[in-house]
């Protein structure tokens, strides 16, 4: 019998804030690869982004890392890695695949963990690494300018990508529309959400900022964080900056 | 507006919670936050109140389950609570008596907000649910206006909202009491559709101004057909729902498709009812 080939699940992104949306992508991205009989997913990373991004309204990467590690306390197969964040500038999404994947390579398991008495069973396999995101990110490949072409190319060429659907995008759509996209289509896996959940981080930061309830869009560790620590507020102390830093080891 | 000239409102959700979504928890998180916005009213406390098993709909699982799920998804909350009173009638219990139970017992005299319903007995259980009770006795809702009496008010969804329009459903009295004396509070994704359906109504029209429509703008599809399918077919349904309800799901394997087939081929319990006295009536016209 085949033995399933072992699977890193990648998500990138902004996690301003990190939301049960997010949580789900995995869970859906790892029921499809299951699913397919071809795939074991053994570990889920997010990689929140570096603050030198520059997005309007993202708070410092110390708080999204820790609201996404409290988020991920009662996971048991995701974390959260902050290496992207840590970096001094922002970072191409090629190029955390790279660090990770050089990380799953130097990280495998060596000889003598093996009972010595049983027959040497075959070495481990190497997890293969794959960039997990929503529909809506694969458009953005289409963005002039967004993205490098060649950096698209060995992103679905030597990762592979899993693409949850979300509404309003049609992500066979985009493949069909691209070259690249086309070319490596089998090296990307389009997962179905079948329950519509559209938590846009962009909506939970303005419910907050206008007072209104978020509970039960976001883990209650999260919204305790959020509060505690006055993030997403109307007066524009959104950035969550200066020279205070979260209790823990995040910096 | 000073609080004294507030109305307090009480949120009662009726339905099969089955099981309890974060689409239901939100529900009351959406309506708290447009009533109390509005400036007139002041919603002191939510509450959930599972249907009884007599009400026969197709995949129903047992009462003191759906009970216990929606008591754990609820521990986080402040001012959500459970309700046994209507799952533990023997025979299926109409919307507006479980409305009009409620706002009974917010009466003066009656008024004991500590008071809650009857515990679930069942052998071997009757511990862990104590444990269950005695946690969610230590929500503090707000107290109430001194003034005026808080007001019960029916949570829900646009779907109980158009299913007015399903023959023998409902007694249009029950809609007519329902819209006239407790009130309606609807969310919906649609507002237009909602709106239409409450147009097209001659009842619904008159009570219009005790109709609260509240857009959800976030498309949260979480239903709990959708939650059993998911797992049915080993997919996960973590972040869809409490974990705490998810753990319980797995802890007691709820879910199957044998559990989906309970009362199958059985009428539902308001059809049979209304259906029934019509027949009657008609005979002894």
Not at chain 1, 108 to 121: G, I, K, V, Y
């Amino acid at each position: 019998m085949k033995s399933r080939i072992p699977v890193v699940l990648l998500a990138c992104g902004s996690f301003n804030p990190i939301t049960n949306m997010h949580l789900r992508l995995f869970e859906v991205a790892r029921d499809h690869l299951h699913q397919t009989g071809m795939y074991q997913v053994v570990q889920g990373i997010i990689s929140p982004v570096n603050d030198k991004y520059g997005k309007k309204d993202l708070v410092a990467s110390h708080h999204r890392v820790a609201m996404v590690r409290l988020a991920l306390q009662t996971s048991d197969w995701i974390r959260v890695d902050p290496w992207e964040s840590e970096q001094a500038q922002w970072i191409e999404t090629v190029k955390v695949l790279r660090h990770h994947r050089s990380e799953l390579l130097s990280s495998l398991p060596q000889m003598e963990d093996q009972d010595p008495r049983t027959a040497p069973s075959a070495p481990a396999a190497v997890p293969e690494l794959k960039l997990l995101c929503g529909a809506d990110v694969l458009k953005t490949f289409q963005t002039p300018n967004l993205w490098e072409d060649a950096h698209i190319q060995e992103i679905v060429e030597k990762f592979g990508l899993v693409c949850v659907s979300r509404s309003g995008h049609d992500p066979k759509g985009y493949i069909l529309d691209s070259p690249i996209l086309r070319h490596f289509q089998h090296n990307i896996h389009l997962a179905r959400e079948p329950v519509q959940n559209e938590i846009s981080a962009t909506y939970i930061r303005r419910a907050l900022s206008q007072g209104q309830s978020v509970k039960y869009l976001l883990p209650d560790a999260v919204i305790a964080y959020i509060k505690e620590h006055s993030l997403y507020t109307k007066d524009g102390s959104c950035k969550g900056q200066g020279t205070q830093r979260s209790k823990g080891k995040t910096s | 507006m000073d609080t004294s000239e507030k109305t307090d409102v009480v949120l009662v959700a009726c339905g099969s919670f089955n099981p309890i979504t974060n689409m239901h928890l939100r529900l009351f998180e959406l309506a708290k936050d447009y009533m109390n916005g509005t400036g007139k009213y002041r919603v002191i406390k939510g509450i959930i109140s599972p249907v009884g098993d007599a009400y026969k709909k197709k995949g129903l699982i047992p009462a003191h389950h759906r009970v216990i799920m929606a008591e754990l998804a609820t521990k986080s909350s402040h001012w959500v609570e459970v309700d046994t009173w209507e799952s533990l009638q023997k025979e299926w219990v109409e919307t507006v008596k479980v409305l009009r139970h409620h706002q009974e017992k917010l009466a003066p005299g009656n008024c004991d907000y500590s008071q809650s319903s009857p515990v679930l007995e069942r052998p071997g259980r009757k511990r862990k649910w104590a444990e269950h009770r005695q946690n969610s006795s230590q929500k503090k809702p707000l107290e109430p206006n001194p003034k005026g009496m808080p007001r019960v008010k029916l949570l829900c969804g646009a779907d109980l909202l158009e299913s007015f329009h399903v023959p023998n459903l409902w007694k249009s009295e029950d809609i007519t009491q329902i819209v006239a004396e407790y009130g309606l509070i609807c969310v919906t994704r649609a507002g237009s559709d909602a709106q239409k359906f409450i147009y097209e109504s001659d009842v619904l029209w008159k009570h219009q101004s005790n109709i609260h429509l509240v857009n959800e703008w976030i498309t949260n599809d979480i239903s709990s057909t959708k939650i059993r399918r998911a797992l049915r077919r080993g997919q996960s349904i973590r972040y869809l729902v409490p974990d705490l309800v998810q753990e319980y799901i797995e802890k007691h394997n709820l879910y199957s498709s044998q559990s989906e087939d309970r009362n199958a081929g059985v009428v539902l319990a308001p059809l049979q009812r209304n259906t029934a006295e019509a027949k009657q009536s008609n005979s002894t016209a």
